[in-house]
């Protein structure tokens, strides 16, 4: 079998994973840390987040100011990412330039500053990203939703916190949580594009295993009951759309029954795309919620979303609402699809057809070099790389009868939460 | 690490064939995925849109795939997307714009499907109606969204009197006046070979690639296919224009300060783009994020983005800000417009975005679809197909004095557009 790529750990318990990439002279560095929003306790929602803005504000040998223009100045690009699970800090720059995102990375992975004035000046910008958010609809749809959903997990609240959390936590919170999940046995470096891997190899180690362990944290562990009826919820604020958000508990991302979920989506609500966040799929016209809702103007849009969490999650469908119809009228549609696909074989072609799609989205995003580094450590996340290398073969074995299996068994009206966003009409004055 | 250079898209690897029937081709091969992109555009842009019918030639552009004279809207989307296929089109104010994306193998299907809808749309009246009610919602979800809401306000300033003025997407009642019959009538006069544009990126060597385009679209004729009106003159702003959008039960504003900018041929473009990267661009918003985001910590974005096209562009400082906030956002954004007019940029500043300029080219050149967009650029605006290749020394040749004269041509702290919206 081809090498797709190399593992190793450093004595200090880092995890690296590297894929030799030669079609562009490109490198792209991602370091992952096991700690999301799930790991924050109530006062201190929004943490993880904040914490991962913090690291953009320098160390004593990178100074802020100094950070995004060495980056910038080689032609790199670099960012960082919160989810519920993980945070994740990249930078994908030419190839004779990584090293400076390695060493930036090395740096800040115990040496940031969270200075006093730094703090104060990051919390109003949080605060503003919140209050952008809530300017949609469907974030403060989804939020409600997530709520209803997780009564004891930590999924309950959104990456971003609470207002009231925002406004109290402390630099020493700040701090805190810093040292406590940002230690090189609680994290993963994944690399990929134009290097030796023997190269490549040597120099992480020079860098990042000086860095010492520290106690492994704990993750908050508390599973969620399971569900004992149908949670209905509405949201009411601004516009003329309605939207309806029906989020059903779904399984973890490493769980086997990810694989039938994942086709299910896709012959409801089309193809998702293959990135760390799920979105860039096709067109979904010819999807079957898209026929019963769109094509039978009920809606105007329809789409799915099957997250890779570590825990299980939320299978979500999301449909905006047309303008001439009820909610109600929506989701007793949707009802009715939901049924077929419970009681009625899903014919072979339509199973290989979902098969087809996802190896042409597969191939999409293999021309990104940025992308194929996202995967060594993503999948690291809730399962391992192992995943994602045996992903096409996992779906091309899903049989009719494990999507029927998995309709009935997920897609239960007592598993689910259905939220509606009832719009309270607009009246824009110029 | 490797030193290995990327070779950039050049003559010697660019295939570029304009057929008889006027429409131009541009092949670049690149076999490291099983992918291909196409990408590009008609000459039936939104400049033939009428006041009462604003949004007819996007209305158009989006009704193409809604069925043909041999196949139905069903029967079109289930070819695309049973492979993983996809396409679409929409329009600006020039153009008519398409994109699509598939393994190679279906590449024959993509361009098939292109010539199909482009040549013998029917516009079903029933998948109509469907189609606007979805535009409607769009444009209901617009005039909700402080962004977009404060974006096309600001447009409205700056190009007032002007056909840039009016949205691409129409209005809620210009969407409502438009017929199904306005759609194939668009269809008939402004839609044709002449002046298309075609790129094509991925694993397919560029001759083959030519002569299936050339079979699809290499006998399309389109005898009452009409030229563009021409571009009116843009007045020039004499003051400050402010204009608020009220948004009632919004949590934050979103304020779009600037002026018209400059058109992608002028000669100065280069200086403009650099001095638009100091402005609000470099690392983590040039000087304009230093001040509204890590000094002040107003906003959760603040940047400035230059856009120019083939008429007049835009200039604009963007940023979303509590409602509160709104006057001291606007304060800095002014006061470091006027700083920047003023002074312009230090040397320094000027070379890290010259630095930045040239290192990013490998990256924004990665994807077929960064290639096919830069292909269709070079095509749009006579670049030249050597264009990547001369493009670090003309980054280089900037001075300061030259972004200075490029940043006074357009911005003036007297004369500038402030577009407000929010709660």
Redesign the interface.
């Known amino acids: 079998m081809k090498k797709t790529h190399s593992e190793h750990t450093l004595s200090n318990g880092l995890k690296i994973l590297l894929k030799e990439i030669?079609?562009?002279?490109?490198?792209s560095s991602w370091v992952w840390y096991r700690v999301g929003s799930r790991d924050e306790r109530s006062g201190q929602t929004g943490i993880s987040h904040w914490v991962e803005h913090m690291q953009?504000k320098g160390t004593p040998r990178f100074p802020?100011s100094s950070l995004?223009?060495d980056?910038?100045?080689?032609?790199?690009?670099w960012n960082a990412f919160t989810f519920m699970d993980w945070t994740t800090f990249l930078e994908?720059m030419?190839?004779?330039?990584?090293?400076l995102g390695l060493r930036l990375e090395a740096d800040r992975m115990a040496n940031s500053l969270f200075d006093e004035k730094e703090v104060?000046?990051?919390?109003?910008?949080?605060?503003?990203?919140r209050?952008?958010n809530?300017?949609e609809?469907l974030f403060r749809l989804g939020e409600a939703v997530q709520q209803a959903a997780f009564r004891v997990h930590p999924y309950h609240h959104e990456i971003i916190g609470d207002l009231a959390d925002l406004k109290t936590m402390s630099r020493d919170d700040l701090y805190q949580h810093y040292r406590t999940y940002y230690i090189p046995n609680n994290a993963i470096v994944g690399v990929a594009g134009?290097?030796k891997t023997s190269?490549?190899l040597a120099r992480i180690q020079e860098l990042f295993e000086p860095i010492h362990a520290g106690p492994l944290p704990a993750r908050l562990a508390r599973p969620e009951p399971a569900a004992n009826g149908e949670h209905r919820l509405t949201v009411e604020?601004?516009?003329?759309?309605a939207f309806l958000e029906i989020s059903y508990h779904a399984p973890a991302g490493d769980d086997a029954d990810f694989f039938p979920l994942t086709v299910l989506d896709s012959l409801l609500a089309?193809?998702s795309g293959l990135n760390i966040f799920g979105g860039g799929g096709?067109?979904?016209?010819?999807s079957r919620l898209y026929?019963a809702l769109?094509?039978k103007?009920l809606a105007?849009?329809v789409g799915g979303n099957a997250l890779t969490t570590l825990d299980p999650y939320l299978y979500t469908v999301s449909i905006?609402v047309?303008?001439?119809r009820k909610p109600e009228q929506v989701l007793s549609a949707f009802d009715a699809e939901v049924k077929r696909i419970q009681d009625e074989p899903v014919p072979a072609e339509e199973i290989s057809?979902a098969i087809?799609?996802?190896?042409?989205?597969f191939?999409?995003q293999?021309?990104?070099?940025t992308s194929q580094a996202s995967w060594l450590g993503h999948a690291e996340m809730f399962a391992n790389y192992n995943w994602f290398l045996t992903y096409l073969d996992k779906l091309s074995r899903v049989s009719p009868s494990d999507i029927q299996t998995a309709a009935q068994k997920y897609l239960k009206v007592s598993n689910r939460v259905v939220g509606t966003y009832i719009p309270?009409g607009?009246?824009?004055?110029? | 690490m490797s030193k290995r250079q990327q070779s950039f898209p050049g003559p010697d690897d660019i295939t570029r064939i304009t057929l008889p029937n006027g429409i131009t081709i541009l092949v670049r091969a690149n076999f490291n995925s099983p992918s291909v992109v196409i990408g590009g555009h008609l000459v039936s842009g939104s400049l033939f849109d009428t006041d009462e019918k604003t949004g007819l030639a996007d209305f158009t552009a989006l009704g193409l795939m809604r069925g043909t004279e041999s196949r139905n809207f069903q029967q079109i989307f289930d070819a695309l997307e049973s492979v993983g296929a996809a396409l679409s089109f929409g329009a600006g104010a020039h153009n008519t714009g398409f994109s699509g994306r598939s393994l190679i193998e279906d590449l024959p299907l993509i361009l098939d499907m292109l010539a199909d809808v482009l040549r013998h749309p029917v516009f079903p009246a029933e998948q109509i109606e469907r189609l606007r009610a979805q535009f409607l919602t769009s444009l209901a979800l617009r005039a909700q969204d402080t962004a977009d809401m404060a974006s096309l306000t600001f447009d409205q300033i700056i190009f007032k009197g002007h056909p840039y003025a009016r949205p691409e997407d129409g209005w809620p009642e210009t969407i409502r006046a438009i017929q199904r019959d306005d759609l194939a009538d668009f269809h008939r006069r402004c839609y044709g070979p002449q002046g298309m544009v075609i790129a094509l990126v991925g694993a397919i060597e560029p001759k083959t690639a030519v002569e299936q385009i050339t079979a699809a679209l290499g006998d399309w004729t389109a005898i009452d296919q009409m030229n563009l009106p021409a571009l009116p003159p843009l007045q020039p702003m004499k003051k400050i224009v402010t204009r608020r959008i009220k948004i009632p039960g919004k949590s934050q504003a979103d304020l779009v300060i600037g002026a018209s900018g400059p058109y992608r041929k002028d000669p100065e473009y280069i200086a403009d783009t650099l001095g638009n990267s100091a402005l609000g661009q470099f690392g983590l918003g040039g000087r304009i994020g230093n001040v509204v985001r890590e000094k002040s910590g107003l906003a959760y974005y603040a940047s400035s983005s230059l856009n120019a096209g083939i008429g007049p562009g835009s200039w604009a400082v963007s940023a979303g800000v509590n409602p509160a906030n709104v006057q001291k956002a606007r304060d800095l954004i002014c006061g470091e417009i006027a700083r920047f007019v003023e002074k312009g940029v230090t040397p320094e500043e000027l070379a890290d975005s010259q630095s930045n300029f040239i290192g990013r080219l490998p990256l924004s050149l990665e994807s077929n679809s960064g290639v096919a967009n830069a292909l269709l650029n070079m095509e749009r605006y006579d670049l030249g197909l050597d264009y990547f290749r001369r493009y670090p020394d003309m980054v280089r040749a900037v001075t300061p004095e030259q972004v200075l004269t490029a940043v006074r041509k357009y911005l003036d702290p007297e004369r500038l557009a402030i577009a407000i919206a929010g709660p």
Do not use: W
């Open positions: 030669h079609t562009a002279p490109l490198i953009f802020a995004d223009r980056i910038s100045r080689d032609g790199g690009i994908t030419p190839a004779d330039k990584i090293d104060a000046s990051e919390r109003t910008v949080i605060i503003s990203e209050e952008g809530e300017n609809p134009d290097f190269e490549m604020g601004p516009g003329e759309t089309g193809p096709l067109s979904n016209k010819t026929r769109v094509e103007e105007v849009g905006t047309h303008p001439d057809r087809k799609q996802a190896r042409a989205l191939a999409y293999s021309e990104n070099i309270t607009a009246e824009v004055q110029v």
